[in-house]
C-alpha cells in the first residue's frame, strides 16, 4: 500500500520537475528574501525527498555559509 504522504511527494517532485532553477529557487525563498534560510531548506528537503537530520541540514548550511556569506542565492 502507498502512504498518502509517498503520493503527496510524488505530486511535489513532478511539479518541481517542470520548473527552471530560478522558479524552484523563488518556490522554496517563501519570505522572499532572495536568500535560502535553514528553516526554508529544512523544509524544502522533504519536498525533494531527502531525509536528514537538523543536525547534518545545520552543517550544511554552515558550509554554504563560509562559502556564501551566509547565504544561499
Known amino acids: 500500500m502507498v502512504s498518502a504522504t509517498r503520493i503527496q511527494l ?3 517532485r513532478e511539479v ?3 520548473r ?3 522558479e ?3 518556490f522554496f525563498d517563501t519570505d522572499k528574501s532572495g536568500a ?4 526554508e ?4 528537503l522533504p519536498m525533494l525527498g531527502i531525509q536528514m537530520s537538523d543536525a547534518k541540514a ?3 548550511v554552515l558550509a554554504s555559509r563560509l562559502q ?3 547565504r544561499v542565492g
Request: charge should be negative; hydrophobic fraction near 50%; aromatic fraction near 20%.
Open 10 to 12: 510524488a505530486k511535489v
Open 16 to 18: 518541481l520537475d517542470r
Open 20 to 22: 527552471d532553477p530560478a
Open 24 to 26: 524552484m529557487f523563488d
Open 36 to 39: 535560502i534560510e535553514f528553516g
Open 41 to 44: 531548506f529544512t523544509a524544502m
Open 58 to 60: 545545520f552543517k550544511q
Open 68 to 70: 556564501f556569506n551566509g
